[in-house]
């Protein structure tokens, strides 16, 4: 079974362009979540899909950032001006459906590692 | 206070020892513990998962968890050199299906021949 891949593996831009980052899950898997990490920094939320739905945003740091999950497959995740503080490796997870009561299982992706100079 | 804490490291032991990983969370309400392994580079690997207080042992790793003292702490044996990597601990809020990981800032952990 392939594991979450993601796209590019590494991206250097310009402060003020835009970049796309994608990500795609296990297959079968409904949830599907972006997380951030800035250097030095823990992994942040950003935010989670239940099939195409945003089910928590709470973590977008703000309206620059805009994710899709257009038909509950993949995701993009666009940045759009990028500023230098976007910098950092951002991951996608996914994990199944599960029974409420315990937490799910989230497997990760490799990461896309986003230089904005 | 960070939500989830653990000592950054660098934790070493010699090969064979064991490795004790420790993390501490301020929630409460935490439902759900992991432990993740990352490589340099690479993403984090699920290790092990811990809901109930006590331990759960899986080959050559042990979790413990206990919710009173709000600490849940990995316990690697016989600790292997490939075993070096950063561990990162993540805890779940809540009961839905699906909730968000808060994670700490992980614990390098150097295992020398």
């Known amino acids: 079974e392939a594991g979450v891949t993601q796209f590019p593996s590494h991206s250097v831009i310009e402060k003020g362009q835009t970049v796309t980052l994608r990500c795609d899950p296990i297959?079968?898997?409904?949830?599907l979540y972006w997380y951030r990490r800035v250097m030095g920094k823990e992994i942040k939320f950003l935010l989670h899909?239940?099939?195409?739905?945003?089910?928590?945003e709470s973590g977008m740091p703000n309206n620059r950032f805009l994710a899709e999950r257009t038909g509950g497959t993949y995701s993009t995740l666009k940045v759009q001006p990028a500023e230098l503080e976007d910098s950092g490796v951002y991951f996608c997870a996914s994990s199944q459906n599960r029974v409420k009561g315990v937490g799910d299982t989230q497997y990760f992706g490799p990461g896309t590692r986003l230089t904005v100079l | 206070q960070k939500e989830v804490e653990q000592n950054s490291g660098p934790l070493s032991v010699p090969e064979g020892a064991i490795a004790s990983l420790n993390c501490t969370y301020s929630d409460r309400g935490s439902q759900s513990f992991f432990w993740y392994r990352q490589y340099s580079g690479k993403s984090p690997e699920l290790i092990m998962f811990i809901y109930s207080n006590g331990d759960k042992e899986d080959g050559r790793f042990t979790a413990q968890l206990n919710k009173a003292s709000q600490y849940v702490s990995l316990l690697i044996r016989d600790s292997q050199p490939s075993d070096s990597a950063t561990y990162l601990c993540a805890v779940n809020v809540g009961n839905n299906a699906g909730n968000m990981l808060t994670f700490g800032g992980g614990t390098r952990l150097m295992v020398k021949p």
């Open positions: 297959s079968g898997h409904d949830n």
């Open positions: 899909f239940v099939k195409e739905s945003k089910q928590d």
